[in-house]
């Protein structure tokens, strides 16, 4: 029976409406018992409709219209609720997406090949520790060739060495 089931020697009575706020489970020593305390509660309480206890094919919540990051959930995938139709508001395409991965923030809807470009772009671009001799290197990319800076003891004093670089031969 529905909200009847058996774990180890115990036989567990389980019951919830969310419509009239109500949750039971009950551990009983016997199947016969378990099931007379479900029909009582199902008497009481109402009976429950298949789906509406979040089963498989039931959407939990709706996320139709929301913007979540940088999508705009449109609907459902017809027969999995756990896809969804969104639109990237980055590069406007519609795409299909789990929606864990967007809820959760995995996907972020950002193409690989800018935010590849994002990360490494930060204050201390052109510059790295050089773990043999306990010094910071600053160096700059000309014409497709690689030009050494200097070694420096401080990341300050490479990040500058490289912006006084880009100064003179970008600038």
Do not use: C
Not at 40 to 60: A, D, L, M, N, P
Not at 100 to 108: C, D, E, H, P
């Amino acid at each position: 029976m529905r909200g009847v089931r058996k774990r180890g020697k115990y036989w567990i009575a389980n019951y919830q409406n969310k419509a009239k706020g109500v949750a039971f489970e009950k551990y009983l020593s016997t199947e016969q018992e378990a099931i007379k305390l479900r029909k009582k509660w199902e008497k009481e309480y109402g009976q429950v409709k298949r789906g509406s206890e979040g089963g498989k094919g039931t959407i939990r919540k709706d996320y139709r219209g929301k913007k979540i990051g940088n999508f705009l959930i449109i609907d459902y995938v017809p027969e999995n609720h756990k896809r969804v139709l969104v639109k990237n508001l980055i590069t406007n395409e519609f795409q299909e997406k789990s929606l864990n991965s967007i809820t959760s923030g995995q996907s972020t809807g950002i193409p690989k090949s800018i935010a590849t470009r994002e990360s490494h772009r930060h204050e201390g671009v052109g510059t790295l520790f050089n773990k043999s001799n306990n010094k910071w290197v600053a160096r700059i990319n000309i014409n497709g060739k690689r030009k050494f800076l200097g070694s420096f003891l401080t990341q300050e004093e490479a990040i500058a060495a490289r912006k006084t670089a880009e100064q003179k031969y970008f600038n």
